[in-house]
């Protein structure tokens, strides 16, 4: 809270996107011109300044921030949220790249987080616990999938993953997150298709807090994700203890 609460007044004062590189630059005025103070947009600007200028140039989910430059064209970015600046540093193509595909993935980690409780594979020894899959899944399944997963990403590319590579060439003509996979079902007008890509994307991004939630859950309780709360428990005191040297310091278990 008190970090964000700086990033703010840091943003508010400089004008500036973080990481607030030439905050000093900003904030000290050279001997040669003295630059106006820094305003909020809506309060007391000065006379040069119109509110209606100031508003335009603020983000419309952040309007104490300057708004992003190059989120134009991509599927949600009217909401103009990039309070990092990371479009402005980095590839924004590359970035809503993998924004898609964290997105697809926890999308199917959900289901299948909420399905090892229940189902599984036959050959394949239940684990309640779906953090525990990953130790009772026969060891040349695993393998076979890190493989499939390696040999998928990189053929998808021409092994171009980058950010430096990823969308030169050929690659400029790719719409991110485009791996011509089930397009033949998509609607054929644009403003059906973009808002089946924003929904996509929103659907995506819960499921990235949705998956990181349910892992939280199962290290504090310490079990599988149903029954929210187990029967006895105590609450999560001792919830982080590993079995480890450190973690056998930590909780005093080795008598020291």
Wanted: glycine share 10%; net charge negative.
């Amino acid at each position: 809270m008190l970090a964000y609460g700086g990033i703010v007044t840091t943003a508010v004062l400089t004008q500036e996107k973080w990481p607030f590189f030439d905050a000093v630059v900003n904030a000290v005025p050279d001997n040669k011109q003295v630059r106006a103070p820094a305003t909020f947009c809506g309060g007391a600007a000065p006379r040069s300044v119109s509110r209606t200028a100031c508003h335009a140039s603020s983000s419309k989910s952040l309007p104490f921030l300057p708004k992003p430059q190059n989120l134009g064209g991509l599927a949600g970015g009217d909401a103009e949220f990039d309070p990092l600046g990371f479009s402005d540093t980095f590839d924004v193509k590359w970035l809503r790249e993998s924004e898609l595909k964290h997105g697809r993935v926890c999308m199917l980690a959900t289901v299948g987080f909420v399905a090892e409780q229940y189902i599984q594979f036959p050959g394949f020894t239940p684990a309640e616990d779906a953090l525990q899959a990953i130790y009772t899944a026969p060891p040349n399944i695993t393998a076979l999938l890190l493989f499939a997963c390696g040999y998928i990403e990189s053929s998808a590319y021409d092994g171009k993953l980058t950010m430096l590579d990823m969308f030169d060439g050929e690659g400029a003509k790719r719409a991110p997150g485009d791996l011509n996979f089930g397009k033949r079902f998509l609607p054929g007008d644009k403003a059906a298709a973009d808002d089946l890509a924003t929904k996509e994307l929103s659907n995506g991004r819960l499921a990235m807090l949705a998956f990181a939630g349910m892992v939280h859950h199962n290290l504090v309780v310490k079990g599988p994700l149903f029954p929210l709360f187990p029967e006895g428990w105590a609450g999560p005191q001792g919830s982080w203890d590993l079995d480890s040297t450190a973690g056998a310091l930590n909780s005093g278990s080795l008598g020291l």
